[in-house]
T-cell receptor, first 114, second 113 residues
């Protein structure tokens, strides 16, 4: 069974649209993350979230919003998509807030904005 | 702020050892990680080292940590074509009630036959 899964795997859409990427983890983790990997393969954290607190990277535009319907899911909503949003988006999760546990990554969602 | 630096490319001959270097800035990092990303694939945790260790060996992989210089390296012995990938160094950063990973820009490991 996949530990961290994302849907869709590929997403091609027009500029200006609103889209969502879903993430689910079946590991019982209570902290989840979204990362963005740009065309140069640079990875940057966007959000970290546990059931108490959302931490936002201040460089992330407010068109991006994470939504967590329950502990196992952290979905990423993107409004008014722009060309520069084209990237691979990775979801990750870990148990607890300490540094003793490693993060597990999903397979990534490849977003292409035309 | 937190920053992790790596060289962008490394080219080695098949069978040689590869050494990928990384420097980080957050001296409070308790764990440092190496992730591997094969072409078109997601991130795979390769290995990690706890900050009170100097070295960790796992089969063909050796991680060396110089905490004083904030320098981390990953050595891959007997490099094979299957090792061709991007290798990311990462450190934990803590902000508020949650934390995440700060990644380097990744080192593209190129294997020459």
């Amino acid at each position: 069974d996949t530990a961290v899964s994302q849907t869709p795997k590929y997403l091609v859409t027009q500029m200006g649209n609103d889209k969502s990427i879903k993430c689910e983890q079946n590991l019982g983790h209570d902290t989840m993350y979204w990362y963005k990997q740009d065309s140069k393969k640079f990875l940057k954290i966007m959000f970290s979230y546990n059931n108490k607190e959302l931490i936002i990277n201040e460089t992330v535009p407010n068109r991006f919003s994470p939504k967590s319907p329950d502990k196992a899911h952290l979905n990423l909503h993107i409004n008014s998509l722009e060309l520069g949003d084209s990237a691979v988006y990775f979801c990750a999760s870990r148990f607890g807030q300490g540094t003793l546990e490693t993060q597990y990554f999903g397979p990534g969602t490849r977003l292409l904005v035309l | 702020g937190e920053d992790v630096e790596q060289s962008l490319f490394l080219s080695v001959r098949e069978g040689d050892s590869s050494v990928i270097n990384c420097t980080y800035t957050d001296s409070s990092s308790t764990y440092l990680y190496w992730y591997k990303q094969e072409p078109g694939a997601g991130l795979q945790l390769l290995t990690y080292i706890f900050s009170n260790m100097d070295m960790k060996q796992d089969q063909r992989l050796t991680v060396l940590l110089n905490k004083k210089d904030k320098h981390l390296s990953l050595r891959i012995a007997d490099t094979q074509t299957g090792d061709s990938a991007i290798y990311f160094c990462a450190e934990i950063f803590s902000g508020g009630g949650a934390d995440g990973l700060t990644f380097g820009k990744g080192t593209h490991l190129i294997i020459q036959p």
